[in-house]
């Protein structure tokens, strides 16, 4: 299995930026996706963008242009750059990873709120 800690998360005003980090142990080998959700209050969990082995990423077109996903070389790292952050960005955000073995592993989340 793979273990997963977020950091990063944090109140900011509109318009700001920050960085979530998240760190991967345990059987890195096996992952392939890394990504982040995230959840808001009274909604559901919903994709933010993920990365794939080959670099390919996807973001939920609400981020397009705004987030940057990216991950280390060794699969134990995957990193979401948030600039310009919108009140609608405050949720939950959780780092998932994908892979070999039916993995699907998820971290405990980091808190992200974004005032007017």
């Known amino acids: 299995q793979v273990q997963l800690v977020e950091s990063g998360g944090g109140l900011v005003q509109a318009g700001e930026s920050l960085r979530l980090s998240c760190v991967a142990s345990?059987?890195?080998?096996?992952?392939?996706?890394m990504g982040w959700h995230r959840q808001a209050p009274g909604k559901e969990r919903e994709l933010v963008a993920l990365?794939?082995?080959?670099?390919?990423?996807r973001y939920a077109a609400s981020v397009e242009g705004r987030f940057s996903i990216s991950r280390n070389n060794r699969n134990t790292a995957v990193y979401l750059q948030m600039n310009n952050l919108k009140p609608e960005d405050t949720a939950v955000y959780y780092c998932?990873?994908?892979?070999?073995?039916?993995?699907?592993?998820w971290g405990q989340g980091t808190q992200v709120t974004v005032s007017s």
């Open positions: 998932n990873v994908r892979g070999g073995w039916n993995l699907d592993s």
């Open positions: 345990g059987s890195t080998g096996m992952i392939n996706v």
């Open positions: 990365i794939g082995g080959g670099g390919i990423t």
